[in-house]
């Protein structure tokens, strides 16, 4: 085996069981940061044995075994100075050593749901938690996740160090919390998975306008977290939300890698196969829950796209309809400025103008470009071409993705 084929082995299991082998690191050593440095030394060691010795029967086994192997020796190194850490090496000492022995599949979906739930703890920040999700459920290395967020490696490693520390400051246990908690830390959780979809969805910045890699992990994470929590409502929408968002990538750009905007994608090329998951996800959300939530109202408006053949047959009063729901149950000026676009095109651009003058009168999104994207879409269709431009100018001052501005420059052009 060559030294390429090995480490390609490694990267490509490690994305694949990293969770689980820190999971049931956590749960053999009791302690979540040490579990997650533990994991790291039994990759570093992989990237030096696979490519000489060739990939094991077991991959993700060994690489569990090796991390035990190292805690154990950890523990006796400290056990003169801690009677409960040589208690828990002596236990781990005695347990079976064959790979297959374990990796117990009966332990495993407990152990990621845990990790998923340590990963998003309250007490760390919204930027440190999408940061060790993404390390220690997703895989990613900080390489990896700083190009995703554009953000320098050092400043992603420092977010995860700081939440390890966090965390084992505060003695965060390392189990899925209880039932009573459970529901509370969820919209976290899920918080987090939809801030790493959204990112790649559409990126904040930078040159490409999607950053499939990352949406892809946020899909995937939420398909984890269906299997693991299926009675959970808002689990299955927001499943929904991210197949039905995503089902429409392959012609959100062109040949060019510039933006196409909804009404004038060509839906042929949408992934038919997200587009049916999703709306099973969001069928499922319905039988399992009393009404749509946040993140299922979201998957309605979706779907409603996802079945029209063009923008002129979508039901657009019933997108109206959702998204006054969705503003009642989540006020946000984006949601306002959506459901505007939507009275647009189901009422016509002078009602949906009244809607946008309402949010720049409250000092809306001021630092967005969204709002006078909008507000300068709906003059023009009204003939106000000057007012027009003005927005459309404002709009490109504040878009900070290159390809999104490219498609305001055009715009701007087209107005003369």
Known sequence: MTDS????????????????????LARYTGDF???????QEALAEALVNW?????????????????????????????????????IARELDEAPEADDQLWDPDRI???VLALIFVSCHPLLSREAQVALTLRVVGGLTSDEIAR???????????????????LGAAGVPFEVPPADERTARLGSVLSVVYLIFTEGSTASSGGDLIRFDLAGEARRLARVLTHLMPDESEVHSLAALLELTAARFPARTGADGE???LEDQDRRRWDRSAIERGRAELAQAMR???GLGYYGLQAAIAECHSVATDAGSTDWDRIVLLYEALGRLAPSPVVDLNRAVAVSMAQGPAAALILVDELVAAGSLTNSHLL???RGELLKRLGRTDAARVEFESAVRLCSNDRERTVLERKLAELG
């Open 51 to 87: 490519p000489r010795e060739g990939v094991p029967r077991n991959p993700a086994g060994w690489l569990l075994t090796v991390g035990r192997r190292r805690a154990i020796d950890g523990f006796r190194r400290r056990s003169a100075l801690d009677a409960r850490y040589a208690g």
């Open 5 to 24: 084929t090995g480490r390609e082995a490694v990267a490509a299991v490690w994305r694949i069981e990293s969770a689980r082998i820190v999971g049931a």
């Open 372 to 374: 006078p994207t909008v």
């Open 288 to 290: 399992v829950g009393r």
């Open 109 to 111: 979906d407990d152990d």
């Open 259 to 261: 933006p196409v905007l």
């Open 148 to 166: 995703a967020f554009l953000v320098p490696a050092a400043t992603v490693q420092a977010r995860i160090t700081r939440a390890k520390k966090t």
């Open 33 to 39: 940061v040490l579990a997650e440095d533990l994991a």
